[in-house]
């Protein structure tokens, strides 16, 4: 059975750093493209970050280039989002996703392509 489990977040000052982990069982996830998408109160759900073995490629929101990095780890069967000088703006639901790679990094995260869901992660950047 496929699952994504996500972990990691919290509550973080502005400015603080978090670093978000995604576990998956039943698939492999190196054979997949993934990816973290985030929905805050109000707001529908978006692309964070992606990844995608059909062209090697990976994907940032413009709101998060150069502050996030994406990062999968094949051993442990893994994705993690380290997310550097957060902002109140970064305040959202975190989801990582999955789909076989079929599409690009940025087709997947700004289409919001994705097959499987973990559950979800809060995080809330706040002072």
């Known amino acids: 059975q496929f699952e994504l489990v996500e972990s990691g977040g919290g509550l973080v000052q502005p400015g603080g750093s978090l670093r978000l982990s995604c576990a998956a069982s039943?698939?492999?996830?190196?054979?997949?493209?993934i990816g973290w998408f985030r929905q805050a109160p109000g707001k529908g759900r978006e692309g964070v970050s992606c990844?995608?073995?059909?062209?090697?490629?990976?994907y940032y929101a413009d709101s998060v280039k150069g502050r996030f990095t994406i990062s999968r780890d094949n051993v442990k069967n893994t994705v993690d989002l380290q997310m550097n000088s957060l902002e109140p703006e970064d305040t959202a639901e975190y989801y990582c996703?999955?789909?076989?790679?079929?599409?690009?990094?940025?087709?997947?995260?700004?289409?919001?392509?994705?097959?499987?869901w973990g559950q979800g992660t809060q995080v809330t950047v706040s002072s």
């Open positions: 996703g999955a789909i076989p790679p079929l599409r690009n990094a940025q087709t997947m995260c700004v289409g919001v392509l994705v097959g499987y």
């Open positions: 039943g698939v492999t996830l190196a054979s997949y493209a």
């Open positions: 990844m995608s073995p059909l062209d090697g490629s990976t």
